[in-house]
């Protein structure tokens, strides 16, 4: 039906996807749970949030018959096109115009830059729904027991992307991986937690148990990984001074 390619990266693949899924119907189930009933996400609400973050990487897909490269050349502009694809699916589904709307404001906020309160939503409920699809995205990748080890393919994403766009090297964000692994816990303290707190509104905390103040096993996961990186970044350090 869909003229693209299998998804072939390996940063960006279909576990991500699956994990980021997982986390948001997991926080959807705790709104429902704990949330006053005039707060609650309604199931139509849950199903376009449900879109969103199947939906949200789709732009790394490849055309059918393009043979150069993988997805990756299109990390920085792969949220363009992932709205691009939602747009041309959902309308067949049954979405209406502020639907589609919503689902496709979800997803710009899954990028670098994307903020609910600079995004225009339908309604209160709408922009909820963003963030759980936003922070879904953050806390998937990072608390993946294989974060660690698949930042190398991250940094093949990110390269690839570079050459396609012509950077030239000295202007690359990342130059090796142990360059992005060194990076990887300030991206986390300074940029993510920050993001996921204050524009995303803190629904990280429906992953808390028991909500809200209790244990969030995710955050703890993460805070795990990092220790992880930080050991493989300085083992990469020290491999270095040591080359002749």
Not at 108 to 129: D, V, Y
Request: proline share 7%.
């Amino acid at each position: 039906m869909w003229n693209y390619q299998p998804m072939s990266l390996r940063y960006h693949d279909y576990d991500h996807t699956l994990e980021a899924t997982y986390l948001f119907i997991t926080m959807g189930a705790a709104c429902q749970m704990h949330l006053p009933v005039e707060e609650k996400p309604s199931a139509r609400a849950l199903e376009l949030g449900l879109a969103a973050i199947l939906l949200h990487d789709t732009g790394y897909l490849v055309i059918e018959g393009d043979k150069i490269g993988t997805g990756a050349k299109y990390t920085y502009c792969h949220v363009l096109r992932s709205c691009a694809i939602a747009a041309s699916i959902l309308p067949a589904l049954g979405c209406t115009q502020n639907e589609i709307d919503d689902v496709l404001g979800a997803i710009r906020c899954t990028g670098l830059n994307g903020n609910p309160s600079k995004t225009h939503f339908s309604t209160p409920q709408a922009r909820r729904i963003a963030c759980m699809v936003a922070t879904a995205d953050y806390v998937g990748q990072m608390s993946s027991p294989s974060y660690p080890d698949k930042l190398p393919s991250l940094f093949d994403e990110f390269s690839e992307a570079d050459t396609y766009c012509h950077i030239p090297w000295e202007k690359r964000a990342f130059k090796s991986v142990d360059q992005l692994l060194s990076a990887t816990p300030a991206f986390w303290s300074k940029f993510v937690l920050p993001k996921l707190t204050n524009d995303f509104d803190g629904v990280y905390r429906f992953l808390a148990t028991p909500y809200p103040s209790g244990p969030n096993p995710y955050i703890e996961a993460i805070e795990t990984n990092l220790t992880i990186i930080a050991g493989q970044s300085r083992q990469g350090t020290e491999l270095t001074h040591k080359l002749p």
